[in-house]
């Protein structure tokens, strides 16, 4: 039998999964966590502890009709002001409640469009951010990066606020695929955007690109890729896109009969995933590619690659704090996620108290679920002798628990030792196998496909 009636018997063409960046998904998420039980969570942070932050700007100048990202379109800055005034008050009620001897270990400002805010708006943010909390010494601050809506200038005042990694948007280069999803956007802009970067000294560079959109056939996504190679990201995120207009309003601007069927998205990742092998690329979890001495490499290597709401990080903290409208904090004891429209948002913040309207405390069996489906999804595999030291459950038990999984999938999952292990296509089935690991799985949920 091939690989692919071997996938196929296994129901990947037709099956929907969540993307597993938290488990529970975000969709499970409860109105038992408010904002009372996000202040405690802040005050229980041990002293010293290293923290992550993720600034969301939810405004953008278009609305790429693809896009599934919690974003509104402005055709002026005028919303930008009072959003920043909220992102500081925000800032002082989390100030208020978290221990004051943490370190940031990573900055993330995305978005949405983050690009869209004028110099001086970036440097003020930059001004609270520097003023919230210190670095620590190995910081990483990222910023999302669109080609089309960014300049010199702009580019200058993010290197001095201390951006020193970047993530470009492209998602596909090709002219007839970037007009069926609403996104023109010439190489050559991108390609001058990448050089300003380079030159203002930031050397660690991701870009994102989707298959599975309309119009793709093979020869168009190796074109794609091959100027993505030019321009030599250290990171490439490759997504498969995910149709789903219910949730994200403005694709039904997408037309969904040119949309490739499931057997098509596979090609498509499968020749995507080769040229980037072939060009010396570390493939890395579910989705991204990474150069041979990129810290995600060597996080791959190490078995320290982690997963969180951007996907991948090599962030190694336990406590992201999410700033801005509809952003989602990790903490020890659970998930908290703000208002998600401006308004509700801003209404919240300015009665003084954490946005929190949803989220999920965790019990002991979350959080060995979502350690489980953590490690499946970032190392393709279960060291249960790992699980069992670190949540004090017998090797026996843990077996006991997940042996039913090498028998549902016996062409791609083996247990060798004390590991459960995906052999073949694990990139592909390593949804599947985590959501056998869910709890909260809905048959029916309307999730993105799996493929
Ligand atoms: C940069 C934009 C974002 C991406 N993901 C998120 C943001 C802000 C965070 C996020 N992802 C999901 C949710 C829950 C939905 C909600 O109502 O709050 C949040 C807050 C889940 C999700 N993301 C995508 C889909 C289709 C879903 C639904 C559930 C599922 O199918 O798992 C699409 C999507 N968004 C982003 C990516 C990279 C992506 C698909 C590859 C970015
Ligand atoms: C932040 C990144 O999220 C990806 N992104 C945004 N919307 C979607 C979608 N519907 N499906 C897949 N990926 C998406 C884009 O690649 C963007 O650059
Ligand atoms: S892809 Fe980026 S620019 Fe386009 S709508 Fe989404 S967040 Fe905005």
Same mark, same amino acid.
């Given at each position: ?21 938290? =488990? ?11 904002? /009372? ?35 509104? +379109? ?22 208020? #409640? ?25 440097? !003020? ?28 200038? %702009? ?13 470009? &948007?492209?998602?596909?280069? !090709? ?6 999803? +609403? ?22 560079? /991701? ?11 093979? +020869? ?13 990201? !250290? ?6 896109? *995910? ?26 990742? !499968? ?17 991204? =590619? ?45 998930? *908290? ?6 308004? %509700? ?9 954490? *946005?929190?309207?949803? &989220? ?25 002798? @790992? ?9 026996? @038990? ?16 083996? @247990?060798?030792? #004390? ?25 029916e949920g309307r999730h993105s496909r799996a493929l």
């Open positions: 039998m091939s690989s692919i009636e071997r996938l196929r018997r296994l129901g990947l063409f037709d099956a929907r999964a969540p993307r597993y960046t938290s =488990y529970p998904p975000a969709n499970h998420f409860g109105e038992n966590v408010g904002p /009372n039980t996000v202040a405690h969570w802040l005050q229980a942070v041990p002293s010293g502890a290293r923290v992550s932050l993720y600034l969301h700007i939810p405004y953008c100048r278009r609305l790429c009709w693809f896009c599934a990202c919690r974003t509104q +379109g402005t055709s002026t800055d005028r919303p930008l002001i009072p959003y920043l005034d909220q992102l500081r008050a925000e800032m002082a009620i989390v100030d208020a #409640n978290l221990p004051k001897d943490v370190v940031l270990s990573h900055v993330h400002l995305g978005g949405g469009t983050p690009t869209l805010l004028p110099p001086e708006m970036i440097r !003020d943010l930059g001004r609270d951010i520097a003023a919230f909390r210190p670095w620590a010494e190995d910081c990483e601050f990222s910023v999302e990066i669109d080609p089309t809506e960014v300049d010199k200038p %702009r580019i200058e005042a993010l290197q001095e606020i201390g951006m020193n990694r970047a993530s470009i &948007g492209v998602q596909d280069f !090709d002219p007839s695929v970037q007009e069926c999803i +609403g996104r023109i956007q010439s190489f050559e802009q991108t390609r001058d955007v990448v050089e300003m970067l380079r030159d203002s000294g930031v050397n660690s560079l /991701n870009m994102d690109i989707l298959y599975g959109l309309p119009h793709q056939d093979k +020869g168009r996504m190796a074109d794609s890729v091959q100027k993505v190679l030019s321009l030599a990201p !250290d990171r490439v995120a490759l997504y498969g896109y *995910a149709h789903v207009p219910w949730m994200a309003k403005r694709q039904v601007m997408i037309p969904s009969d040119a949309l490739p069927n499931a057997e098509e998205r596979l090609h498509l990742f !499968d020749t995507a995933r080769r040229l980037f092998v072939w060009d010396g690329y570390r493939e890395i979890g579910i989705d991204h =590619y990474a150069r041979e001495g990129d810290s995600m490499a060597e996080a791959d290597r190490s078995n320290t690659l982690r997963r969180n709401f951007q996907g991948y990080t090599v962030d190694d903290s336990d406590l992201l704090i999410g700033l801005g409208a509809s952003a989602i904090s990790r903490y020890p004891q659970g998930f *908290a996620q703000n208002h998600s429209t401006s308004s %509700r948002y801003a209404t919240a913040i300015a009665e003084g108290r954490p *946005a929190t309207v949803r &989220g999920h405390a965790m019990s002991p069996e979350d959080l060995l679920r979502s350690d489980m489906i953590e490690m499946l999804m970032c190392r393709f595999e279960l060291d249960l002798d @790992e699980l069992s030291a670190r949540h004090g459950i017998p090797v026996v @038990e843990l077996r006991e628990r997940v042996l039913h999984i090498p028998r549902d999938f016996p062409d791609h999952v083996e @247990e060798r030792g #004390n590991r459960i292990r995906l052999t073949e296509n694990a990139r592909l089935v390593a949804r599947l196998v985590a959501a056998e690991l869910d709890q909260y799985a809905m048959p």
